[in-house]
Structures are given as structure tokens and as C-alpha cells.
């Protein structure tokens, strides 16, 4: 802050944790303080591995598509395809996060992957795919593989994550979930596909100098 001032670049920093119930502002939060170095660990490598194959699902679409990033506030990694139409706007209502934010974040229509560590509604780690506006149907779509399922509650599909961690080919599984749910989105609502063709990059496409 003191280097910020220093540049005349003077900010005013939120210090309330944002989509959380009972948030404690972080220099009063006297209760979540417990760190366990393996754990954190154990999060980082998960999240490094799930980065990877995101880039691999998001180096396959021709339309605008978000960086594979990190919400800090609400914890979970994500990328995020977009059809390239405006969507409705969001009714808001996310804990601590103005109405004004989730409108321009959804302001065109999505379809989103991601990582969510656990806690909450979701209290063990799973993979979810959601879709926003969800399009008529989209909670009865058929996707991969037969351990994923709908969640009514936080309105997106969901794979756990034991299930990719424990598969012979984790690689296959979570990038199956991951076109499955997007075609579930796109085709149900209307997408144009055709305009946003998908593209399975080589391996060779790009050789080392020697």
C-alpha cells in the first residue's frame, strides 16, 4: 500500500472475503487461522494438474474464452467459454459480491468449467460445469462419465473428484466431463456451433529446435 502511495496510485482495498456467508474482514478474523503445509501442498499440485488439462479443453475453441484463472474469493479455478450473445441479467444475490459485478460477469452467455476444493454445498472436492442462462433441458442432459450427475442445488453438474483422481486415464475422464457438459450448454441453447468449431490440437503441431 505504502509502494501504491508512493506511485500516486492511492486504492481503497474490500478487506470482507466476498460469496461467503458470515464473512469476518481478514484483519478481524481471529477463527481461520489453522495451516496445514501438506494439505496446501496437496491443493497446490491438485490445482496445477487441473490447469493443465483446462488449457487443453480451452486450446480446442474458436470463440472468446477466458484464461484458465483463480478466484481467490470464492476459491475454485475456472475457464469459461462464451457463445458470443448478450444474456439476460444476473438477479444477483451472491453473498458479499455487489449485484453490479455478477451482472457484468454474466452479461453474455457462458459456459463454464471448473475446480472447486470443497466446502459449503459442495462440502468434498469435485470438478462442475454450469451453464448460464441454463437452457430448457439442460438439467436432464446425458453427459460423461457415469459418475457425474446434476445438482438441483447448486444448479450445475458435477464430478467428483475422487472419481478423475482414481481413474486410469484422469486426463480422459475430466476432459470427457468437460465436452459433454459444454455440448449439453451449447446445443440446448442454440449456440452457433458451427461458427465456434472446435479444433483438436496436435501434439506435433509444433516441433523443438534442435
Not at 7 to 29: C, G, H, K, S, Y
Not at 77 to 100: I, K, M, N, Q, Y
Not at 154 to 162: A, K, N, S, T, V
Amino acid at each position: 500500500m505504502k509502494t501504491l502511495s508512493e506511485l500516486e496510485l492511492p486504492v481503497t482495498i474490500n478487506t470482507t472475503p466476498n460469496e461467503i456467508q458470515d464473512a469476518i474482514p481478514f484483519e478481524r478474523d481471529e477463527t481461520h487461522r489453522s495451516y496445514d503445509r501438506d494439505y496446501a501442498n496437496r491443493f497446490w499440485r491438485v490445482l496445477l494438474q487441473a490447469d493443465r488439462v483446462f488449457k487443453d479443453f480451452r486450446s480446442r475453441f474458436c470463440g472468446k474464452c477466458s484464461p484458465v484463472h483463480f478466484f481467490w474469493g470464492s476459491f475454485d479455478l475456472a475457464v469459461t467459454r462464451f457463445s458470443g450473445r448478450p444474456a439476460p441479467p444476473h438477479p444477483g444475490g451472491v453473498p458479499h459480491l455487489p449485484d453490479a459485478i455478477a451482472r457484468e460477469a454474466y452479461s453474455q452467455e457462458v459456459s463454464s468449467l471448473g475446480f472447486w476444493p470443497g466446502g459449503g454445498p459442495a462440502p468434498t472436492p469435485i470438478f462442475y460445469s454450469y451453464a448460464y442462462p441454463e437452457p430448457s433441458g439442460f438439467a436432464q442432459a446425458k453427459v460423461q462419465p457415469d459418475a457425474a450427475s446434476y445438482n438441483p442445488q447448486l444448479r450445475e453438474f458435477i464430478l467428483p473428484y475422487d472419481a478423475v483422481r482414481t481413474a486410469d486415464s484422469p486426463d480422459d475422464v475430466l476432459l470427457d466431463f468437460a465436452q459433454s457438459t459444454y455440448d449439453a450448454a451449447s446445443m440446448l441453447g442454440k449456440w452457433d456451433r458451427d461458427g465456434l468449431k472446435e479444433v483438436k490440437p496436435s501434439l506435433h503441431s509444433a516441433q523443438p529446435r534442435s
